[in-house]
């Protein structure tokens, strides 16, 4: 599955983001796509994730200014950063969980390649 990310950029404080994220057509099912996000010096860390009946979790960090939503037929996930902090500074990556079942099980997860966010007054 390939995935291609947008929408980052530069926003004050206090400011908004959407982020994109679109999946090319490919033979898998995908069950879960989210958000992790890699800040200079850091660990990749989740921020949010959605599954295909709807589901989600949020890093406690994140919770009640990020929201994360899906289009299924699209194969495409969104992430909306409200409240943004300097802390929110990283890159970011969507992910895709995909499946197949016949002729074989396979499972694994694709990375889509970062879209930078930077929070700077």
């Known amino acids: 599955v390939q995935l291609q990310a947008s929408g980052g950029g530069l926003v004050q404080p206090g400011g908004s983001l959407r982020l994109s994220c679109a999946a090319s057509?490919?033979?898998?099912?995908?069950?879960?796509m989210g958000w992790y996000r890699q800040a200079p010096g850091k660990q990749r860390d989740l921020v949010a994730g959605?599954?295909?009946?709807?589901?989600?979790n949020y890093a406690r960090s994140v919770e009640g200014r990020f929201t994360i939503s899906r289009d299924n037929a699209k194969n495409a996930v969104y992430l909306q950063m409200d409240s943004l902090n300097t802390e929110d500074t990283a890159v970011y990556y969507c992910?895709?969980?995909?499946?197949?079942?016949?002729?074989?099980?396979?499972?694994?997860?694709?990375w889509g390649q970062g879209t930078l966010v930077t929070v700077s007054s």
């Open positions: 992910y895709a969980d995909y499946y197949q079942i016949h002729p074989h099980p396979i499972v694994g997860r694709d």
């Open positions: 057509e490919s033979r898998f099912s995908i069950r879960e």
């Open positions: 959605i599954s295909n009946d709807g589901s989600t």
